[in-house]
C-alpha cells in the first residue's frame, strides 16, 4: 500500500501537475487514515481558491414562464397552457451566470461528501461550511461517469483540470447506495489494481515531463517491422504504445511501468521474472529503429511490495534494467530514485 502522505505527489503528477505548495502545507501536517480523507482535504483547498478567484461564468439556457418575450419564443409549448390569454409566454433564453457544469459537479461532490459518515466530523463540517459559500444560483449535480466524459471534452486547464480530476477520482471510488440521498460509502482506491495502473503509468511519464530537461517525454506508437503478401494482414497486428518513451539526442529509453504485487513469479519452486512483461519490452526494442549515434534502451519499472530488485541485462544487444521504486519511502527519495534511473 501507498503510504496516502505520498499519494498526493503521485496524484498531482499523474494529472500532469507540479504538487502545489499551499495544497503542501495543508496536507503535510494531517495524519490521514483514508485516502477519501486526503481527496477531500485536497478539493476543500482547491475549491476555496477556485471560489476566492471567483467561479467561471458561462452562458447556460433557461426556460420560463414569463411576461413579456426574451429569446426564443417556446410556441407549441404556450399554445397548449393557453399561456397568452394570461399574458405569459413560456421562453427559451440564455443567461450568464456561474451556474455551469464545473461548478455544478463541484458542488454535487461536496455535498456528497458532507453526508460521508467514514469522514471525520470535522472534515464534513469544513465541507458544509463550504457548501454555503457558492452562489445560489448554482444547482449540484452528483458526480456520474456520463457527466465526467462531457466536462472532458471541454479540454479543462489549471485549476479546473485539477478539481475535474480530484472529482472523477472521488466518483470512481464510491460505492452504490440503495438512497442516492442517504450516506455515502467509498472504497480505498488503493485496492483497485487497474486504477493504480493507469495513474502509477501517468505518474512516471509526467513526473519526467515536469521535473528534467534532458530528455524529451512522450508516450509513442512502435511500428512494427513487418511485411505480409496482403497489405491488410499488417492491420491485424497488435498496436505497440509505450507508457513511457525518454528521447535524446545520444539515448532513446522505452520505460514500461507495471503496477504488480510483485517483479518476480514463483515457477517450479523458482523466483522468475515474469516473462509476458519481458517479452513485451523485448518486442518494443526490437521494432524500434534507433537514430545514429543514439542507445536504445530499456526499463521495467515496478512499485516495490514484497521485494526489492534491480538487475540488469543485454537483450538484443541492447541494455535492459528490471526495477522496483519503494513507493513507501519518504517523497524525496523516490523522486532521487526516478531521476537516478534516468542518469
Same mark, same amino acid.
Given at each position: ?103 455544478? +459537479?463541484?458542488?454535487? #461532490? ?5 453526508? %460521508?459518515?467514514?469522514?471525520? /466530523? @470535522? $472534515? &464534513? !463540517? ?119 518513451? +525518454?528521447?535524446?539526442? #545520444? ?5 514500461? %511501468?507495471?503496477?504488480?504485487? /510483485? @517483479? $518476480? &513469479? !514463483? ?77
Amino acid at each position: 500500500m501507498i503510504p496516502i502522505q505520498n499519494l498526493y505527489y503521485l496524484l498531482c503528477y499523474a494529472w500532469n501537475r507540479l504538487p502545489d505548495q499551499q495544497e503542501l502545507q495543508a496536507v503535510n501536517p494531517q495524519a490521514f487514515h483514508r485516502p477519501l480523507e486526503l481527496l477531500t482535504h485536497v478539493l476543500l483547498v482547491a475549491a476555496r481558491r477556485q471560489l476566492r478567484q471567483g467561479l467561471p461564468v458561462a452562458y447556460t439556457e433557461h426556460v420560463a414562464e414569463l411576461t413579456e418575450l426574451r429569446g426564443r419564443l417556446q410556441l407549441t409549448p404556450t399554445l397548449r397552457r393557453n399561456l397568452l390569454q394570461q399574458g405569459r409566454a413560456l421562453c427559451a433564453f440564455d443567461e450568464l451566470g456561474p451556474n455551469t457544469a464545473g461548478a455544478r +459537479l463541484l458542488l454535487g #461532490t461536496l455535498q456528497l461528501l458532507a453526508r %460521508t459518515r467514514s469522514l471525520p /466530523a @470535522a $472534515l &464534513r !463540517q469544513e465541507v458544509r461550511a463550504l457548501v454555503h459559500r457558492f452562489p445560489a444560483e448554482v444547482l449540484p449535480e452528483l458526480p456520474s461517469a456520463a457527466g465526467l466524459r462531457a466536462l472532458r471534452r471541454h479540454r479543462p486547464t489549471g485549476l479546473a483540470a485539477f478539481l475535474l480530476n480530484v472529482c472523477e477520482l472521488i466518483q470512481q471510488s464510491a460505492l452504490p447506495t440503495p438512497d442516492a440521498a442517504g450516506t455515502s460509502r467509498f472504497r480505498d482506491f488503493r485496492r483497485d489494481e487497474v486504477l493504480m495502473a493507469r495513474l502509477f503509468e501517468q505518474f512516471v511519464r509526467n513526473f519526467y515531463r515536469l521535473e528534467q530537461r534532458h530528455f524529451r517525454v512522450l508516450s509513442e506508437t512502435i511500428q512494427w517491422q513487418a511485411t505480409a503478401e496482403d497489405a491488410t494482414g499488417l492491420d491485424l497486428l497488435p498496436a505497440m504504445i509505450t507508457d513511457t518513451t +525518454l528521447e535524446s539526442p #545520444t539515448r532513446k529509453i522505452i520505460l514500461d %511501468t507495471k503496477y504488480y504485487a /510483485a @517483479a $518476480l &513469479r !514463483q515457477r517450479y519452486n523458482q523466483q522468475k521474472l515474469i516473462a509476458p512483461h519481458l517479452y513485451q519490452l523485448y518486442a518494443y526494442l526490437q521494432n524500434q529503429p534507433a537514430l545514429p549515434g543514439q542507445q536504445l534502451e530499456g526499463i521495467l519499472l515496478y512499485p516495490a511490495a514484497t521485494q526489492a530488485l534491480d538487475v540488469r541485462y543485454s537483450l538484443g544487444g541492447h541494455p535492459v534494467r528490471i526495477v522496483t521504486l519503494d513507493l513507501t519511502q519518504p517523497w524525496p527519495q523516490i523522486a532521487a530514485a526516478l531521476l537516478a534511473l534516468a542518469a
